[in-house]
């Protein structure tokens, strides 16, 4: 019995020209409550934006002149998708079914 070996190209992501990305704001400061310290509350602010990242950084700072607020979580998503080396046969055929499923 001969033993053979196979040599796989890498496959690779990129973003995927079919999705948006997102990106999250939240305030993370507590609402201080002079009176009774002990029922200080999170603030809970939230914004959310599709492919805007220019909008997040607005809302947030905007956030930040009304609230005083400073400290914020933010979160970026990328949608991704794998693909087959270029020149593969199975490139070739996504390919392929990609061009039937557009006409």
């Known amino acids: 019995m001969t033993r053979q070996s196979f040599k796989f190209a890498d496959w690779s992501t990129a973003p995927d020209p079919d999705a948006a990305a997102e990106y999250?704001?939240?305030?993370r400061d507590v609402v201080k409550h002079d009176d009774d310290p002990e029922h200080d509350t999170p603030c809970r602010w939230e914004f959310r934006a599709l492919d805007d990242r220019a909008a997040a950084d607005k809302q947030q700072k905007a956030h930040t002149d009304k609230e005083g607020h400073r400290l914020f979580l933010e979160i970026s998503t990328?949608?991704?998708?794998?693909?087959?080396?270029?020149?593969s046969v199975l490139a070739g055929r996504l390919a392929r079914r990609e061009r039937a499923a557009a006409q």
């Open 24 to 27: 999250v704001v939240i305030c």
């Open 78 to 87: 990328c949608p991704t998708v794998v693909t087959p080396p270029p020149g």
